[in-house]
T-cell receptor, first 118, second 114 residues
Framework: AQKITQTQPGMFVQEKEAVTLDCTYDTSDPSYGLFWYKQPSSGEMIFLIYQGSYDQQNATEGRYSLNFQKARKSANLVISASQLGDSAMYFCAMREAPWDQGAQKLVFGQGTRLTINP | SQTIHQWPATLVQPVGSPLSLECTVEGTSNPNLYWYRQAAGRGLQLLFYSVGIGQISSEVPQNLSASRPQDRQFILSSKKLLLSDSGFYLC?????????????FGPGTRLTVT
């Protein structure tokens, strides 16, 4: 079964608009973590934001925020005031406990290709 | 500061040939190391991870293997490549402190098996 589902294969947004990228997850573990990564055309994976399952507040990092709705098992990424440089693939990922001696085993979604239009 | 290197950046290999991809991390000690593969247009799939020298855990049974001969060196190998081994291979590292949740990725190796 899919553990991470990203239902938007592609999104097109005008520059300076806010954009929401959807992510739903499936786990029966009460302790887990959710991540968003950005992958530009160069291929590198850039860590954007992290949300722990016990965190009370939604995570924020600059223009990025994570809209965490635990009951719905949803962890959407919100990018405010989008920029041309935001054009990239975006991946949602999840780690489940227990960790293996500290290793973080991540499961990734299929990704959403975001294109920012000038 | 920490950096992660992967080489080669690109590789074209015939079916049945061997493979060796190398990953090294600088600026940190005792990292957890990971190998991921990304098929075209897909998400990342964890192949192997290592929590210490000589300690390798496999997530997906296949014709690939991994080794960690030194603390900051992680090698992905194959004795005989298959067409299905084509993809983008990413190495990553994490440490238990201060940010155990963050994984940092290398620039990747694009492998084409012909």
């Amino acid at each position: 079964a899919q553990k991470i589902t990203q239902t938007q294969p592609g999104m097109f947004v005008q520059e300076k608009e806010a954009v929401t990228l959807d992510c739903t997850y499936d786990t029966s573990d009460p302790s887990y973590g959710l991540f968003w990564y950005k992958q530009p055309s160069s291929g590198e994976m850039i860590f954007l934001i992290y949300q722990g399952s016990y965190d009370q507040q939604n995570a924020t990092e600059g223009r990025y925020s994570l809209n965490f709705q635990k009951a719905r098992k949803s962890a959407n990424l919100v990018i405010s005031a989008s920029q041309l440089g935001d054009s990239a693939m975006y991946f949602c990922a999840m780690r489940e406990a227990p960790w293996d001696q500290g290793a973080q085993k991540l499961v990734f979604g299929q990704g959403t290709r975001l294109t920012i239009n000038p | 500061s920490q950096t992660i290197h992967q080489w080669p950046a690109t590789l074209v290999q015939p079916v049945g040939s061997p493979l060796s991809l190398e990953c090294t991390v600088e600026g940190t000690s005792n990292p957890n190391l990971y190998w991921y593969r990304q098929a075209a247009g897909r998400g990342l799939q964890l192949l192997f991870y290592s929590v210490g020298i000589g300690q390798i855990s496999s997530e997906v049974p296949q014709n690939l293997s991994a080794s960690r001969p030194q603390d900051r060196q992680f090698i992905l190998s194959s004795k005989k490549l298959l067409l299905s081994d084509s993809g983008f291979y990413l190495c990553a590292w994490s440490v238990d402190y201060p940010h155990p949740y963050e994984q940092y990725f290398g620039p990747g190796t694009r492998l084409t098996v012909t």
